[in-house]
């Protein structure tokens, strides 16, 4: 198997870097945003409990989603998946810690972790257009703000954490969506 992590912040480009790996790579997509979009549609409990903290631009509390983590990777279907392209996961030092345990679990592991930088110009201008179509309710700029923040703040330290463990490659996440995706194969190209 062949695991990645795509991270960056929000607007970053990873649910659009993360179609183009799927189809070129063969990979499994988990978004654990889409994940908890889905439960919000279909007003589960845990879609219930998530939507106050998305809308507010905050995190799901820690235990909460690495549960439904956990119940992603028990439901996987896709047998045939060569790897799982982890998108919106791990946000937090403590699911990092929990993503290596439920893998190490299942006789795997991180291979690579690919972050996007992108001027936060830029991350505002994105998500505020993706917002004119959107109907996600956190594609607000006082929303994006908070959620930038919260990245800062929260999730940030992750590249520190996948640094010290030999696996981060930082990639400039600005220009066209190609250009983008080819600086992320290359890379990935080396370490297969
Ligand atoms: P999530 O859905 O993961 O949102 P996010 O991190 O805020 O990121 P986005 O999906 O907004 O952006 P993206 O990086 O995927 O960029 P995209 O490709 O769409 O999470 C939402 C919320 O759920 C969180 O705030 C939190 O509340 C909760 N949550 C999720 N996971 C959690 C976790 N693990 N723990 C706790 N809570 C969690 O691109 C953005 C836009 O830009 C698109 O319109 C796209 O078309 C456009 N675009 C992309 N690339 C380019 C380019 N090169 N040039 C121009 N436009 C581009
Ligand atoms: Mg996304």
Do not use: W
């Not at 996961?89 to 893998?103: D, G, Y």
């Not at 830029?122 to 505020?128: A, D, M, P, Y």
């Not at 330290?157 to 250009?179: A, F, K, M, Q, W």
């Amino acid at each position: 198997m062949f695991n990645l992590v795509i991270f960056g912040a929000p607007g970053s480009g990873k649910g659009t870097q993360s179609e183009k790996l799927i189809d070129k790579y063969g990979l499994y997509h988990i978004s654990t945003g889409q994940v908890l979009r889905d439960q919000i549609a279909r007003k589960t409990p845990d879609g219930i409990l998530a939507d106050s903290y998305i809308s507010k631009g905050h995190l799901i509390p820690d235990d909460l989603m690495v549960k439904i983590l956990g119940d992603v990777l028990d439901s996987k279907k896709d047998l045939t998946a060569k790897g799982i392209v982890f998108d919106g996961f791990p946000r937090t030092i403590k699911q990092a810690e929990a993503l290596r345990k439920m893998l190490d679990e299942r006789g795997t592991g991180i291979h690579a972790v690919i972050g996007l930088d992108v001027d936060e110009d830029e991350l505002i201008k994105r998500l505020l257009n993706r917002g004119k179509t959107s109907g996600r309710s956190d594609d607000n700029l006082d929303t994006i703000k908070e959620r930038l923040n919260v990245y800062h703040n929260e999730t940030s330290p992750l590249r520190e954490y996948y640094s010290s463990l030999g696996c981060y490659h930082p990639i400039d996440g600005s220009g066209t969506v190609d250009d983008i995706f080819d600086r992320i194969a290359n890379h990935v190209d080396k370490l297969k």
